[in-house]
């Protein structure tokens, strides 16, 4: 059973998420995923003797070249608004310590769930979202753009690194729990599940699945559910600070929401006249751990109602196990709401989105129209393709894994200027 208690550190309240087991105890709940238990990888390796599979799959993608690329994609402003705010990169080590105190909490596998938060973001293009976009309008007669399935398709297939294999040769939990992060694909009599029901589930995993099946109509292991709230949580709570940071909204403007203000009017009680950046600073905090609390403790109450009692009763229980409470998933909403309008459409941020836009259509279009203007092993796979998809994809692949700062490079050799993305 797993016992939820909070714990207080001084007038400020909760600041640590609740851990089940005495720090350094290893634990691991029946629910968990079991690395000795893996359903394998799609090309058979000897077992390591000093790290799990899942441990093995977590280094694999810390290693990746597609890892090390997040350091130069934009998580919402591009590099020249400053060094401090966050990219894909740092927002991805946030998403998997959050996703660690989680799993750690419930008596999850730990090491899964960080490979999972490690490499959720992995398909992302330059630019962010707006990359994103670009790519899958230029993309629609061709089965369109989706950056969950270029994850699935980096790891599996254009990561060149290894002597033996394309891709990363991962294990089946975590290439399910990447692909089915969000909840089933599919529902149980084989339709696109509701969230699928416009565009369809993105055909480069429906061919995956063919052949190495991930079980896309039933729910992911738990570790890969705390990976995702993890997601959540951080991108709500660095959201926040950011935007704080940047000016794009002020503390007296959080007010708007009724959980941001119980949060201000806290930190204004504890520390009166507390400089501002350090107001910013324990706002962002506490929202991570009334969000990481929330998610420990209605994921516990779920597991002791259900009690499934294996990482397979997890995943067919028909509904999430680690989520927010009902109010926290309203907070998570109004949060959103509030973030959408005065950060993500903020007049500031939707010009250099804009601009970004036209620096990926130039791309497209021009390497599209002569895919010699792309270095030489992608022009020779492109020219060599065997279809107009099959050469646009290429396009496609290659502008998705360029950085930030790359495809500015790459605008300005190919037409001599750039948008200033300012």
Not at 4 to 18: A, E, K, M, T
Not at 166 to 177: H, P, R, Y
Not at 187 to 210: E, M, N, S, W, Y
Not at 332 to 351: E, G, I, N, Q
């Amino acid at each position: 059973m797993v016992t939820v208690q909070s714990h207080s550190s001084g007038p400020q309240g909760p600041l640590s998420p609740p851990q089940a087991p005495p720090p350094g105890r290893p634990w691991r709940a029946p629910y968990a995923a079991d690395p000795d238990a893996s359903r394998g990888r799609i090309l058979p390796e000897p077992a390591s003797p000093t790290r799990t599979p899942f441990q093995r799959d977590r280094d694999r993608i810390i290693h990746s070249t597609a890892f090390r690329r997040l350091a130069h994609k934009s998580q919402v402003f591009v590099p020249h608004e400053g060094d401090h705010y966050r990219t894909r990169l740092t927002h991805t080590i946030e998403v998997g310590q959050i996703a660690r105190a989680i799993s750690r909490a419930l008596g999850l596998d730990d090491d899964l769930a960080e490979a999972l938060a490690l490499a959720h973001d992995l398909g992302h293009t330059c630019f962010g979202h707006t990359g994103e976009e670009i790519l899958d309008a230029a993309m629609q007669a061709h089965g369109g753009f989706d950056h969950n399935a270029q994850g699935l398709r980096i790891v599996t297939a254009l990561e060149r690194r290894y002597a033996d294999h394309d891709g990363l040769n991962l294990c089946w939990e975590t290439l399910e729990g990447l692909v089915k992060h969000n909840g089933p694909l599919l529902t149980p009599d084989g339709a696109p599940a509701p969230r699928h029901a416009r565009a369809g589930v993105p055909a480069p995993i429906l061919k995956f699945d063919a052949g190495f099946p991930l079980g896309l109509s039933t729910w992911s292991s738990a570790e890969a559910q705390a990976a995702a709230i993890a997601d959540d949580i951080a991108y709500n709570a660095h959201d926040l600070d950011d935007g704080l940071r940047a000016g794009l909204f002020d503390v007296e403007d959080l007010r708007e929401v009724e959980f941001l203000r119980a949060l201000v009017d806290e930190i204004a009680r504890w520390r009166p006249g507390l400089e501002r950046a350090r107001v910013i600073h324990e706002i962002a905090r506490r929202v991570i751990t009334r969000l990481i609390e929330d998610v420990i403790g209605e994921g516990a109450r779920r597991l002791q109602e259900s009690a499934p009692a294996t990482a397979d009763a997890v995943r067919g229980a028909g509904r999430a196990m680690v989520c927010f409470s009902q109010r926290m998933e309203a907070v998570d909403k109004a949060l959103k709401a509030f973030l959408f309008p005065r950060m993500y459409r903020h007049p500031r941020v939707m010009k250099v989105r804009r601009e970004a836009g036209e620096v990926v259509q130039i791309l497209f279009d021009r390497f599209a129209a002569d895919p010699s203007l792309m270095p030489e092993d992608w022009a020779r796979n492109a020219h060599g393709a065997d279809s107009e998809a099959r050469r646009l994809r290429h396009v496609c692949d290659y502008i998705a894994g360029m950085t930030d700062r790359y495809a500015v490079a790459e605008c300005v050799r190919l037409t001599g200027s750039a948008p200033s993305l300012r």
